[in-house]
């Protein structure tokens, strides 16, 4: 079955920096676009960011860009998300999903992966 694992999530101060990580499984990593979303306390899902299947071409949410970078290396079968000059505001649980700028939850989500950017 397909499963994503995120990791990396973390405490961190506002302007620090974090990356996150996506281990995934059970199909052919490489043929298929990823995202990240998020999802603030209290808040509705966010579409963050996306990257094709081969990593040429990136997208990124206006709230995160120029700050946060997605990358993949197919091999290990691996997402990541650096996240750098962090606000309060990118305090959320993390998710990675299949698919390009994936927006709502499928049956392959994981647990997530908890930041809080502190005030």
């Known amino acids: 079955e397909v499963q994503l694992v995120e990791s990396g999530g973390d405490l961190v101060q506002p302007g620090g920096s974090l990356r996150l990580s996506c281990a995934a499984s059970?199909?052919?990593?490489?043929?298929?676009?990823m995202s990240w979303v998020r999802q603030a306390p209290g808040k509705g899902l966010e579409w963050v960011s996306a990257?094709?299947?081969?990593?040429?071409?990136?997208s990124y949410a206006d709230s995160v860009k120029g700050r946060f970078t997605i990358s993949r290396d197919n091999a290990k079968n691996e997402l990541y998300l650096q996240m750098n000059s962090m606000k309060p505001e990118d305090t959320a649980v993390y998710y990675c999903?299949?698919?390009?700028?994936?927006?709502?939850?499928?049956?392959?989500w994981g647990q997530g992966t908890e930041v809080t950017v502190s005030l």
């Open positions: 999903a299949r698919g390009w700028k994936v927006r709502d939850r499928g049956p392959s």
């Open positions: 059970g199909f052919t990593f490489s043929m298929y676009a």
């Open positions: 990257i094709t299947s081969i990593g040429g071409s990136t």
